[in-house]
């Protein structure tokens, strides 16, 4: 199936032959269904906190010891998805047809104004006319305009206020300033690019860190991190052989945001935050935004205080009744139910096992329409339940359990997440080791007009962090302001 040639190509990767090899056999195969105990709600498995717990989970956080601590923000990629329907009206209005008013491209044009990257030398003034909307979405998307559509989010414009335009990232770097500074009034930030794009970041980050230092009395540390090429995988036909390029060479793909753990796991500080660039509103919501990033901040440092302290009592003195006081824990907190272990040993080897892992909390929003995975309890391989958040590709939408576990979920997932990365020891967790190989999934792509089978690894939240011990919380809708097309920035959580 591969050349010398192939191998090569291969290798200068980063990769081996026996990786590409394994995704061809996952492209055969499948990935197997996740199977569901139950959706994850407030009767069990999502902690709804008052406000009494709000605030002494936040206080909590004030007061934890943290071996250092960072904000992680993925945005690598263009932004082409979200301008996806400008592009489509582009090309009509080039071919001489107009778009009626409630046509993406019309919209944004009929209220130009209202947008942060708005500028009336750029744009002018509003028109009724199909030559001002095309000239509108062309200065928008194209290299003589602002070039949005190859452009990465976080250095587009998203919100204005009376003294400045802020870019995704900026937004960013204002939201750490309020909760993620250390002793020294130091905020770190481990973002990851695409290596062309570092520029783009560079430039619009000298244009607002020197100013926000100032402004805020803080100093950032931020850390640029690409995807690795070794990362990518091979892409296939339909017949499952590899794909190949006009020059017989292999097609490999960004193996979407389950590569990113890789990254994670070159995190140096114990505590990380992560929340994915576009996700970012309008100042006037940080009250609320930092709140409840301090809550789940304290809700990990707290369950990380717990395990910690069953660690050391199992190591120490094991005995029937505290395995017993564990299990209660493990299954009433964080829905893990172990298999019957049949000796006072293998019960204390079977929790060590679980308790002796990275930890997450998540953020969970109410499902109010909005795309995004779900929160369910899972029972994997072993036999044992656990928290999980599953995309709905990963799911067997033909078993009647499964379909109905669906649609009796109440939340889904906003990326909103934080993370324990050190062990009670103080050492750092290798969290490649707590990757479910097998909960990667498959889609449909093409290129230059040419079917093709795509594969994605584990997600970062989802098979990536399938082995972590798992909290879910509550948070409010306010919290979520995701930009995935460009008309979202007219939604009032990005407006003034």
Not at 28 to 36: D, Q
Not at 127 to 152: C, I, Q
Request: proline fraction near 5%.
């Amino acid at each position: 199936m591969f050349t010398q040639k192939d191998i090569r190509q291969i290798e200068a990767r980063g990769a081996d032959l026996s990786q590409i090899e394994l995704q061809i056999e996952h492209f055969k195969k499948g990935f197997p269904w996740m199977k569901i105990v139950a959706p994850a709600t407030p009767q069990r498995g999502i902690r709804v906190l008052s406000e009494e717990d709000a605030r002494e989970a936040a206080d909590y956080y004030e007061r934890a010891s943290v071996v250092g601590k960072c904000k992680f923000v993925p945005a690598s990629g263009a932004a082409s998805r979200m301008f996806k329907d400008m592009f489509s009206g582009l090309e009509k209005l080039e071919a001489g047809e107009d778009l009626p008013a409630d046509a993406p491209g019309a919209k944004l044009a009929a209220r130009i104004q209202d947008f942060a990257f708005y500028t009336p030398e750029l744009f002018g003034h509003p028109e009724d006319s199909a030559a001002y909307r095309k000239d509108v979405l062309r200065k928008l998307l194209k290299e003589d305009g602002l070039a949005y559509g190859a452009k990465p989010k976080g250095v587009l414009k998203f919100h204005r206020y009376v003294d400045e335009v802020r870019t995704a990232i900026a937004e960013h770097l204002v939201e750490a300033q309020e909760y993620m500074r250390d002793y020294d009034d130091i905020c770190s930030l481990v973002v990851t690019i695409s290596p062309e794009h570092r520029e783009l970041f560079e430039q619009a980050l000298a244009e607002v860190k020197p100013v926000y230092e100032k402004k805020y009395g803080v100093k950032y540390d931020i850390t640029f991190t690409y995807q690795d090429k070794a990362t990518d995988t091979i892409a296939v036909d339909p017949d499952n052989n590899p794909f190949r390029l006009d020059d017989g060479s292999l097609l490999f793909r960004p193996a979407g945001h389950g590569a990113l753990i890789h990254n994670l796991n070159k995190v140096d500080a114990e505590l990380v935050s992560i929340k994915n660039i576009d996700n970012v509103a309008h100042e006037k919501l940080l009250p609320v935004t930092s709140l409840y990033k301090r809550v789940l901040m304290g809700e990990a440092l707290r369950l990380r205080d717990i395990i910690f302290r069953y660690i050391r009592q199992i190591n120490a003195a094991p005995s029937e009744e505290l395995c017993d006081d564990i299990e209660k824990f493990l299954d009433c907190v964080l829905c893990v139910k172990l298999p019957h272990a049949d000796s006072l040993e293998a019960r204390v080897a079977q929790l060590r096992t679980k308790l002796n892992r990275p930890i997450r909390v998540c953020g969970m929003v109410r499902n109010e329409g909005e795309p995004g995975g779900g929160p369910y309890i899972v029972e994997g391989k072993d036999g044992s339940t656990s928290l999980q958040i599953l995309e709905s590709v990963q799911i067997n939408k033909a078993d009647p359990a499964a379909a109905g576990a669906m649609a009796k979920a109440t939340h889904f997932n906003p990326v909103d997440l934080v993370c324990i990365l050190r062990d009670c020891r103080g050492n750092r967790f290798d969290l490649l080791k707590h990757v479910d190989p097998e909960a990667g999934f498959m889609s449909s792509k093409s290129y230059q007009g040419r079917e093709l089978k795509a594969l994605e690894m584990p997600g970062l939240w989802n098979g990536a962090m399938s082995d972590w011990n798992t909290l879910f919380v509550e948070v409010p809708l306010e919290t979520f302001n995701p930009v995935k097309v460009v008309l979202d920035l007219l939604r009032p959580a990005h407006q003034g």
